[in-house]
């Protein structure tokens, strides 16, 4: 198993620009979701899935855009970057329905920085 | 809404001695679950330990421990033998049991454990 990948592993944008960063599992978890870290704030829900076709917002979702056509794949979308989406990016993803204390699992994260 | 509060910025201890991490949360929930994650300088999300609020007991896995106080909504983080591979960024974080609160991971601002040979 793979575990939880996530692509690319840095990034830089200009402001104005989109683009997708990759997120894939291999364990047929049912829920993913992604998270933005940054510095003195911890880690923040953007947005998640609790399986293919059903998406919804978390805290802080202004600015970026998800679908899930698969169970595998969970893309989220930066629609035209701006500095303040400057951050660390994780997608994680958790098994065993909504119920229990399932451990969630963690990308290795994207680096992104807009210019 | 739920809050998780960790409020040492940043920890030290020396290499085999005890330290406690701090956490605080806020919810009107009973049921719940706990959490506390490390990141070490990879960056790496790793899950320590984790606590069901129903279950009394507090949870241990091996030099990792909590002191689980529901009342007080106190879930701090034991780590007794410190060792150099403990340096990281900890995280505190809640889960509620039902509806769309399942779906959420709510982090805290973390603690930095540096570990001093």
């Known amino acids: 198993n793979a575990g939880v990948t996530q692509t690319p592993k840095f990034q830089v944008l200009k402001t104005g620009q989109s683009m997708t960063l990759q997120c894939a599992q291999d364990?047929?978890?049912?829920?993913m979701s992604w998270y933005r870290q940054d510095p003195g704030m911890g880690l923040r829900l953007i947005h998640y899935?609790?399986?293919?076709?059903?998406?919804d917002q978390g805290e802080v979702p202004n600015g970026y855009n998800v679908s899930r056509s698969t169970t595998e794949d969970f893309p989220l979308r930066l629609l035209s970057a701006a500095p303040s989406q400057t951050s660390v990016y994780f997608c994680?993803?958790?098994?065993?329905?909504?119920?229990?204390?399932?451990?969630?699992?963690f990308g290795p994260g994207t680096r992104l920085t807009v210019l | 809404a739920q809050t998780v509060t960790q409020s040492q910025p940043e920890m030290s201890v020396q290499e085999a001695e005890t330290v406690t991490l701090s956490c605080t949360y806020d919810?009107?929930?009973?049921?719940?679950?706990l959490f506390w994650y490390k990141q070490p300088p990879s960056r790496q999300m790793i899950l320590v330990i984790r606590?069901?609020?129903?279950?009394?007991q507090n949870a241990t896995e091996n030099r990792f421990s909590v002191n689980f106080q529901k009342a007080a909504k106190s879930f701090s983080l034991k780590i007794s033998d410190s060792q150099l591979g403990d340096a990281a960024m900890y995280f505190c974080?809640?889960?509620?049991?039902?509806?769309?609160?399942?779906?959420?991971?709510?982090f805290g601002t973390g603690t930095l454990l540096a570990v001093q040979p």
């Open positions: 994680a993803s958790r098994g065993g329905g909504t119920g229990g204390p399932n451990e969630q699992f």
């Open positions: 364990m047929n978890h049912e829920y």
């Open positions: 899935s609790v399986g293919a076709g059903i998406t």
């Open positions: 919810t009107s929930e009973s049921d719940y679950y």
């Open positions: 606590q069901e609020a129903y279950k009394q």
């Open positions: 974080a809640y889960r509620g049991l039902y509806g769309g609160a399942t779906n959420k991971l709510i």
